[in-house]
């Protein structure tokens, strides 16, 4: 790494791009330098031509592909002058997507760490679901030379540990006493009809697979035809199931409630490594495809600290992307309480869920009848929580001013986490199949895809994507008082925050009254 000179700047020049500095990973061990001619490959992000402006990320214009590039993608001149100094530098450009503004580059590690003033090492460290893995990593800051300083806002893939973590949970080894099919959650929530036929559901997957036989055994134990599903690989990843109590979990649950509940839309998963690169690549793959997907699913994430600020930003200007396209970009919101899983003792947000642009899955526990009627539905909160808080890094959207959403821990007003809600409880949780086992399993990961398939019956109703939903849904409502087109959780906690009257940290704004939204949103 090249020495800094003591006014903190790079002695080769380079500017320290903003908001990329990174701390060695947690109980990081075995560090080994990179063998000489080792290929590394890297995203760059690039700055907008034009900011893109507040109404046309919420007020559902949705933009073609070409006229979002055209206006708000990456400057052809910026692209050209980055494509220069990456070629001077001895890399190789990949790809180049002007709507997304990526570049996608290679090289030998020596010319990638000299090009951005990095020391690259190989460790040892714990991922968020608790695996050792073996991984590139960096320290500090990323530099960059004059001619890519202020085009680029984002170098990402240099350091490859996982960024993310599946927010789904098995059911408790003795059986749990309640299960629901998808089908049973349609009447529970009172799906309007129609099946998402004419639509695109998008699923992101960072691990794990699906195997056809699977799903053609479940869907047709629910007497459905099995929708069509089609992996996308990204960045060398791809369709690869292994054990049940792995990602295929996750896989198969997104599957099978998105494709149940919404048996004709098209699924579409795109399979990309567990990184920060691989996620953002991945979610840019999604949102930009032809056709233009009405929703897209993320069942994945982790504290929203522990993502680099470049990172954090990149992920959300792409679902402003995804909004300003029309496509709506459910999430799950955690499945470890209000701390998120960070031994601190505080609260923390879960990230992608807390960026205002993605529409935020909390959990319940549901005990309700074969006829679709609902004795009881609480907060989730036993064998792993709801997530939900209020987010450090993002600041209150204009849409959630007067709901009631408190104040950040440390002082000052953030965006408030979830939106919406359906059951999450594994004790209370989803049927589903994975890897030849029939088994039930719960989190908020099963929440995504019940409101991305909502929102495919919705989009497939009115013929034109939904966007960023929560202008619309939060419109006119109060502090303690219900909203319209929802079913009010009043009841539990998940640790810091507690349930009530209108919206709350622990299930949003409630869990969904299907028909009432169809009326609602037209």
């Known amino acids: 790494m090249t020495e800094q000179n003591p006014s903190?700047?790079?002695?080769?020049?380079?500017?320290?791009?903003?908001?990329?500095?990174?701390?060695?990973?947690?109980?990081?061990?075995?560090?080994?330098?990179?063998?000489?001619?080792?290929?590394?490959?890297?995203?760059l992000v690039l700055r907008r031509r034009a900011a893109l402006p507040t109404d046309v990320v919420t007020s559902a214009q949705n933009l073609s592909r070409t006229d979002l590039g055209d206006r708000f993608g990456a400057d052809p001149a910026d692209v050209e002058t980055v494509r220069s100094v990456v070629e001077g530098a001895g890399l190789t450009v990949e790809t180049v997507d002007v709507p997304s503004r990526r570049v996608q580059v290679s090289g030998a590690v020596e010319d990638v760490t000299r090009l951005f003033d990095v020391d690259l090492r190989e460790v040892t460290s714990e991922s968020p679901s608790g695996r050792q893995v073996r991984h590139r990593q960096r320290e500090g800051t990323v530099s960059l030379p004059a001619g890519l300083d202020g085009a680029v806002t984002a170098v990402l893939g240099?350091?490859?540990?996982?960024?993310a973590r599946a927010q789904f949970r098995l059911a408790p080894a003795t059986a749990p006493s309640t299960s629901y099919s998808p089908l049973d959650l349609a009447r529970v929530y009172e799906f309007p009809g129609g099946d998402g036929a004419g639509t695109r559901i998008a699923v992101l997957e960072l691990g794990g697979g699906y195997r056809t036989e699977d799903l053609d055994a479940y869907f047709s134990g629910l007497g459905l035809t099995t929708?069509?599903?089609?992996?996308?690989?990204?960045?060398?990843?791809?369709?690869?199931?292994?054990?049940?109590d792995?990602?295929?979990?996750?896989?198969?649950?997104?599957?099978?409630?998105?494709?149940?509940?919404?048996?004709?839309?098209?699924?579409?998963?795109?399979?990309?490594?567990?990184?920060?690169?691989?996620?953002?690549?991945a979610l840019s793959e999604a949102v930009h495809a032809d056709p233009t997907p009405a929703a897209v699913s993320i069942s994945w994430g982790g504290p929203e600290d522990t993502w680099t600020e470049q990172a954090r930003s990149a992920f959300d200007d792409a679902l402003a992307d995804a909004a300003a396209l029309g496509v709506t970009v459910t999430v799950a919101?955690?499945?470890?309480?209000?701390?998120?899983?960070?031994?601190?003792?505080?609260?923390?947000?879960?990230?992608?869920?807390?960026?205002?642009?993605?529409?935020?899955?909390?959990?319940?526990?549901?005990?309700?009848?074969?006829?679709?009627?609902?004795?009881?539905?609480?907060?989730w909160n036993g064998r792993g929580a709801t997530?939900?808080?209020?987010?450090?890094?993002?600041?209150?959207p204009a849409w959630q001013e007067g709901v009631g959403v408190p104040g950040r821990p440390g002082g000052g007003s953030g965006r408030g986490v979830p939106d919406v809600a359906a059951v999450a409880d594994p004790a209370t949780g989803y049927r589903v199949r994975v890897d030849g086992s029939d088994q039930v399993i719960g989190g908020t990961s099963a929440v995504a895809p019940l409101w991305a398939a909502l929102v495919a019956r919705l989009v497939a109703a009115r013929g034109s994507g939904l966007g960023l939903l929560q202008p619309r849904l939060y419109a006119g409502a109060r502090a303690g008082t219900a909203v319209e087109g929802f079913r009010d959780i009043t009841e539990g906690d998940n640790g810091?925050?507690?349930?009530g009257p209108g919206w709350d940290a622990c299930t949003g704004l409630g869990v969904p009254v299907g028909t009432a939204l169809r009326d609602r949103l037209g």
């Not at 240099?158 to 960024?163: A, E, G, I, S, V």
């Open 8 to 43: 903190g700047e790079p002695s080769t020049g380079n500017r320290p791009l903003a908001g990329s500095a990174r701390a060695a990973a947690p109980r990081a061990r075995d560090a080994v330098p990179l063998a000489a001619g080792t290929t590394v490959e890297v995203t």
């Open 387 to 396: 997530g939900g808080g209020v987010s450090s890094t993002f600041p209150a």
């Open 158 to 163: 240099l350091d490859d540990r996982p960024t």
């Open 333 to 379: 919101a955690g499945d470890n309480g209000s701390g998120d899983g960070v031994q601190d003792g505080a609260a923390h947000a879960d990230f992608p869920a807390a960026s205002p642009h993605a529409l935020a899955c909390g959990g319940t526990s549901l005990h309700a009848r074969a006829d679709g009627t609902v004795d009881s539905e609480v907060v």
């Open 246 to 281: 792995g990602a295929d979990g996750e896989v198969m649950l997104d599957l099978e409630v998105a494709g149940a509940l919404a048996p004709g839309a098209e699924l579409v998963v795109y399979f990309a490594p567990n990184t920060d690169r691989g996620f953002l690549d």
């Open 496 to 499: 810091d925050y507690a349930a």
């Open 227 to 244: 929708p069509t599903v089609t992996a996308v690989g990204v960045d060398g990843a791809g369709n690869s199931p292994g054990s049940a």
